[in-house]
């Protein structure tokens, strides 16, 4: 294990967290020489990990860098059921099929940030499958429904009548005994889960073993500055993004939002932001967005991103290699609507995304703001230049 002064350590493992709980149990932990076993458990009900996570990825990197062996622990079992952590609506059920196509690419994607030499990965199939209904029914008694509805999320959907399945109220239930099965000296996520990881050491208590301290990391905000990053409202980063949309997508977030950046994704210190506050918003911003795409791609990459950005932004020049795409391919022949053409590019999410960009008047047709609905064929021999948001652009031929 990496040497590092006890106080040291805790300092750093410290850092950024929104809440420990059991913290001397921590600090008697980094004390001794034994290696401790960090669970984090991520349900792969989508493809794409996003920056979100990257805040645990982080934390979870320091603890390897320490000489420890997290657990990735790939919820197949529970992301049949969904979690139902800040949601008003039931999530919908994933076949195993697709749990596994998504369980896949979470850690192709994790070993972007992790080193896979360090990281134990477990999937808690192996011990939910084997469970039989008097085991479920065993683990169902030791929760009480005034207790479920403790969780903010729950009171508020029964206070509006929103359905909550039993399968739900079991939710806290079983990723709580996932730490049971993994005997986890810690549990590691995001604030949003920090009644199901507490649920996790009463479920140890009652076994009677040591109970898992709990580290709950802040949520990042999303491209918003307002609601948390996620994929469903669209105002994510995501790992499998390319260098080009990772820069400008960290370039378009508001400068209110960019000191939590720097803090929970470069970990960056108090006297540090301090130094930043001196430069101005838009370089402290390009410095951000070099530093985080250096790290999933390369330094180099990063400076290209940066100055491609400023001959696109500053001197109003076009980006390198523009998508092109030929007029009768997007439209196929039917009437241009601006929406569906954007869309039809498959370079964005949904229309949903495009018709939201379209309404805020951030998409441009030769760099004039496109309001309009409709878009005519461009004239024999010439294209259009369309930028979406800030930071793509596509080309579209007669």
């Known amino acids: 294990m990496e040497t590092m002064e006890e106080g040291e350590a805790m300092a750093l493992l410290s850092r950024g ?11 008697e932990y980094l004390a001794s020489t034994h290696p401790l076993t960090i669970k984090f458990g991520v349900d792969p009900t989508r493809p794409d990990l996003t920056f979100g996570h990257l805040v645990i990825f982080h934390k979870l990197r320091q603890f390897q860098d320490l000489g420890h062996r997290p657990i990735l622990l790939i919820g197949d079992y529970t992301a049949t059921i969904g979690d ?42 192996e011990w939910f499958a084997k469970m039989s209904f008097d085991q479920a029914l065993g683990l169902a008694r030791k929760m009480t429904v005034a207790r479920m509805l403790e969780r903010d999320d729950f009171q508020k959907r029964h206070r509006a009548g929103s359905p909550i399945s039993i399968v739900e109220f079991l939710y806290p239930l079983i990723q709580g005994y ?49 609601k948390k990053m996620s994929k469903s409202s669209g105002n994510y980063i995501a790992f499998n993004d390319s260098a080009r949309d990772m820069f400008g997508k960290l370039m378009s977030i508001p400068d209110t939002a960019m000191e939590s950046y720097y803090r929970l994704l470069l970990g960056t210190s108090e006297a540090e932001l301090l130094a930043l506050r001196a430069l101005h918003p838009m370089e402290a911003k390009k410095q951000l967005a070099s530093r985080l795409v250096s790290e999933f791609f390369d330094e180099a990459q990063g400076s290209r ?36 053409l954007v869309h039809s ?47 793509q652009f596509f080309k579209v031929e007669a």
């Open 305 to 340: 991103e940066r100055a491609e950005f400023e001959a696109v932004f500053s001197q109003k020049a076009l980006p390198k290699d523009v998508p092109c795409f030929r007029w009768e391919q997007l439209t196929r022949g039917q009437e241009a609507d601006i929406v569906s």
């Open 178 to 226: 996932d730490s049971v099965a993994l005997d986890s000296d810690i549990e590691i996520g995001g604030s949003d889960q920090l009644f199901n990881m507490l649920v996790g050491r009463d479920l140890q208590r009652e076994a009677g073993m040591r109970e898992q301290v709990v580290i709950g990391m802040p949520l990042l905000v999303g491209l918003d500055g307002v």
């Open 17 to 27: 967290t929104e809440r420990i709980i059991g913290e001397e149990a921590l600090a």
């Open 84 to 125: 139902p952590s800040g949601r008003s609506v039931t999530r919908p059920v994933l076949s195993l099929q697709e749990v596994e196509r998504n369980a896949e690419t979470y850690l192709q994607q994790a070993f972007r940030v992790l080193d896979p030499k360090k990281t134990i990965i477990r999937r808690n199939s």
């Open 345 to 391: 590019t498959g370079l964005f999410l949904s229309k949903r995304e495009v018709r939201r960009l379209h309404e805020q008047r951030a998409i441009r047709v030769n760099g004039g703001p496109w309001t309009e609905r409709s878009l005519d064929h461009p004239p024999e021999g010439e294209s259009w230049v369309i930028q979406v948001g800030r930071h």
